[in-house]
């Protein structure tokens, strides 16, 4: 069974620096994708920022990029110019390629940004 | 834009009572999901649906049953609430056999159950 690990349940950064939030995870599988997901306050869950394991460069998304380490099992997003807006929960979520689509995400890291 | 929406943002019920959620979204996604959020334990599957009149169990099944007569529109029944279901419950929906595609998720409903 897979498992994902955030261990960093609250962080905080303050605006326009760098932050990095910690996943790992577990499968013995070799094919899968792995995301990073936002849920602002009160507001809708959203896809940050997606890699697939067969790629090895990192993805990136504005702001957003991952530093994905396949051996050692870790996807840890980097959040750079950090702004007010990107206070929120963060959740890692694993997926098995050619499964059923499922996601298994983390327990989430509550980042705040202050001013 | 893809929209999942959710028939209610908070819900009260007595323990006892039998609870509906509904969900819908408006992008012809064949698979949809229930999802339960506490805090420490981030997001379970409770059910998902890969098409109408499918569904197959989560992680948390127990104390949950769904329904999917039409694409669109995914429901969570609780037949007999309990104060251990009070939680936020989140419903999502995506493209089928699609790997990497995003789940796209509704505003959430909190529940809580007296």
């Known amino acids: 069974a897979q498992t994902v690990t955030q261990s960093q349940p609250e962080m905080s950064v303050q605006e326009a620096e760098t932050v990095t939030l910690s996943c790992t995870y577990d499968t013995s599988e070799n094919n899968y994708y792995l995301f990073w997901y936002k849920q602002p306050p009160s507001r809708q869950m959203i896809l940050v920022i997606r890699q697939e394991a067969y790629k090895q460069q990192n993805a990136t998304e504005n702001r957003f990029s991952v530093n994905f380490q396949k051996a050692a099992k870790s996807f840890s997003l980097k959040i750079s110019d950090s702004q007010l807006g990107d206070t929120a929960m963060y959740f890692c979520a694993f997926m098995l390629h050619g499964g059923n689509d499922k996601l298994i995400f983390g327990t989430g890291t509550r980042l705040q940004v202050f001013p | 834009d893809v929209k999942v929406t959710q028939s209610s943002r908070y819900l009260v019920k007595r323990t006892g009572e039998k609870v509906f959620l509904e969900c819908v979204q408006d992008?012809?996604?064949?698979?949809m999901f229930w999802y339960r959020q506490d805090p420490g334990l981030g997001l379970r599957l409770i059910y998902f649906s890969y098409d109408v009149k499918m569904k197959e169990k989560g992680d948390i099944p127990e104390g949950y049953s769904v329904s999917r007569e039409k694409k669109e529109r995914f429901s969570l029944i609780l037949e007999s609430a309990s104060t251990n279901q009070t939680s936020m419950y989140l419903c999502a929906s995506s493209l089928r056999l699609a790997g990497a595609y995003e789940q796209y998720f509704g505003p959430g409903t909190r529940l809580t159950v007296t």
């Open positions: 992008m012809d996604h064949e698979n």
